[in-house]
């Protein structure tokens, strides 16, 4: 008997100014799935974008200057490391839709292959492909 991995229970959080034109630039320069995308107009309140691998990101649009705001993520400030099996076509991926590289891509001491870039937020997302350590048993 085979068991699946439980589904994603930890889910990373980012807010945007431009939420829609984030959600296209996070789907056409990394691979992100558009899940779903509940919102009026520009406004986006809840999407969730699917990395296909396992796990993804929510985000939604920041709230007008000087409403209140229960959810205080300010744009631009998120950062996430997202395991890919294959860097380099990401990498190329990434920099053909115009994301701003942080750091090329290179070999870790630790036996990754990682690069990291920025989104138009100004978000910074790093790739590559450690997979973190197993889990104790």
Known sequence: MTSEPPPPQVWPTLRARDARALIRFLV???GFEETVVYGEGDRVDHAQ???PPGGGVMLGSAPVSGSEDPWAVTPGTFAAYVVTDDPDALFARAKAAGAP???ELHETDYGSRDFAVRDPEGNLWSFGTYPGEPRKA
């Open 101 to 103: 590289v942080v750091r």
């Open 49 to 51: 974008l699917s990395w």
């Open 28 to 30: 056409d320069a990394f």
